[in-house]
């Protein structure tokens, strides 16, 4: 007959324990639970004092009390011999899944700085048989349990992933407002679902066939957000050769859809047999066969796409197969599928530019990056933090503070904080290398925020634009009136593809001069 076996004294604060195992990290509940469990010797979050890319400043306190409590947890189940109580042994379980996590934070943290200074991270883990020696003292012996009961091998493998989801999380995402930590906590959750407890139990090998669709305005970072989801994911771990079996870092693949013609679009997708098209002179593997089973791709401005291209990849995604061009077998995509947009996706399938079912099957899981304007409307604090982490990255850390206290005071006399940043964050940055360059950034909008049309006059008047600056130009400038591509190639009477290679010129000279 199984009985109770945890310390009475202990008894709240391994509940607690057990809950903040599985809680989202950047949701408030996280820091409640930190302040349940560590009473008194809690400390309140401190932005400043952790850095935009810290985590909590309650780690070192945590995992004392969790050692503490957890190993006279140890004690007592070992004296049990396994006739214990299985609602507390699953509390201890979670216990020792805390203790062992925070135990190997700092070597997994090491293992993929490294992965990243090499560029792969197909080595051994060595660290991983002190780890397994550690589980097995944690768990002697365990009662028959009713849920699926998982060895060492998978723990390792989901604290790396635990490890690597903060690790991109903070490195893609920064920034200290409510805004900031938001997308954190839904990036969290496209990772590993809101309820981590059961992903632990049993979806870490179905979330794949979940689509991630992110939106949002140009510039705000949506890429960056599919890389810290597609850089997280499961990867088993092999015991016997200590290694994972992927290599994390060739798991993501980007691929901008209207920079590709819509011959190479389909070749680069769905690969295509010798002789299917012309220049086909051997067979070859596209994006879906390469990906593998632990990879995603980003289909990148994914309105762009014709009707009949969004009908194969509606199959793809609904039956997992899919036949290189020229081929009539079918073969299994066993990846996971992302894809992002910066259109008013209502309008376009009001337009029926863009299929409803396809929509459909993509936005299961939908993330939104915000504006800048947005951030900065809500925390005009923001504004010192971004900066300060685009300074340090351009002129590195011992000139970091100077730079940015040069480039807040310039945008705050000469854009004001209501400066609506039509270019996002990448604008930001640019703004901050012209002040470290030349003490001075001036948009585009800015000879005062005249429109781009008038700028154009104005260069016409005088005489000083070649044939193919004009052309981007003027094609721009309609862009900027309609923000839809679509809508600017029917006006124009020209390809959508026309269009945005013209614009994208246009915006890259800009940012050039």
Not at 57 to 81: C, D, K
Not at 98 to 119: C, H, M, V, W
Not at 146 to 155: F, K, L, R, S
């Amino acid at each position: 007959m199984s009985g109770s076996f945890l310390p009475v004294a202990d008894r709240d604060v391994l509940e607690a324990i057990s809950r903040i195992t599985y809680c989202n990290p950047f949701l408030p509940e996280r820091y409640q639970l930190e302040r349940e469990i560590l009473g008194s010797g809690f400390q309140e979050p401190d932005a400043e004092a952790r850095g935009l890319r810290g985590f909590s400043t309650n780690l070192g306190r945590l995992h004392e009390v969790t050692q503490a409590v957890v190993e006279r947890a140890r004690l007592a189940f070992y004296q049990a011999r396994g006739n214990v109580d299985k609602t507390e042994f699953a509390i201890y379980q979670d216990v020792v899944h805390f203790a062992l996590f925070s135990s190997n934070r700092e070597p997994f943290l090491e293992f993929i700085r490294k992965a990243y200074t090499l560029g792969n991270a197909s080595r051994a883990c060595s660290f991983y048989k002190d780890f397994e020696s550690e589980y097995n003292r944690y768990f002697p012996l365990r009662p028959e349990m009713p849920e699926p009961q998982y060895g060492a091998p998978h723990i390792f493998a989901m604290f790396f992933q635990i490890r690597r989801a903060f690790y991109h999380i903070f490195e893609f995402i920064i920034g200290t407002s409510p805004a900031a930590n938001r997308l954190r906590a839904r990036i969290w959750q496209s990772i590993f679902t809101h309820d981590m407890a059961r992903y632990q139990r049993s979806l870490f090998n179905r979330i794949g066939d979940i689509v991630t669709f992110i939106t949002g305005p140009s510039g705000s970072g949506k890429e960056l957000v599919a890389r810290a989801i597609g850089l997280s994911r499961f990867i088993p771990f092999d015991a016997d050769r200590l290694q994972f079996e992927e290599d994390f870092l060739n798991s993501f693949i980007p691929v901008n859809l209207s920079a590709l013609t819509e011959t190479l679009l389909e070749s680069e997708l769905f690969g295509h047999r010798k002789g299917s098209f012309t220049g086909a002179l051997q067979d070859r593997k596209g994006y879906l066969e390469t990906c593998g089973q632990y990879g995603t791709i980003l289909l990148d401005e994914i309105t762009e796409t014709r009707p009949d291209i969004q009908v194969k990849l509606l199959r793809v995604l609904q039956t997992r197969q899919f036949q290189r061009l020229g081929d009539t077998r079918s073969l299994p995509f066993q990846g996971k599928f992302m894809a992002a947009s910066n259109c008013d996706l209502a309008e376009e399938m009001r337009e029926g530019r863009f299929r409803e079912d396809f929509y459909y099957r993509l936005c299961a899981d939908r993330v939104e990056t915000l504006a800048l304007r947005e951030i900065l409307h809500e925390d005009p604090e923001e504004l010192h933090h971004l900066v300060h982490f685009i300074a340090g990255r351009i002129a590195g850390s011992d000139e970091a503070d100077g730079l940015t206290e040069e480039a807040c005071k310039w945008i705050r006399g000469n854009l004001g904080l209501g400066y609506p940043w039509p270019g996002n964050f990448r604008e930001l940055e640019q703004c901050v290398r012209n002040v470290m360059v030349h003490s001075e950034y001036m948009p585009e909008s800015t000879q005062a925020n005249l429109p781009r049309a008038k700028l154009l006059t104005s260069a016409l008047g005088a005489g000083t634009l070649t044939a193919e600056k004009f052309l981007s130009e003027y094609i721009a400038s309609v862009y900027e009136k309609t923000q839809n591509y679509n809508e600017t190639a029917r006006l124009l009477e020209l390809d959508r593809r026309t269009v945005k290679k013209y614009v994208d010129l246009a915006d890259t000279e800009a940012e050039g001069e």
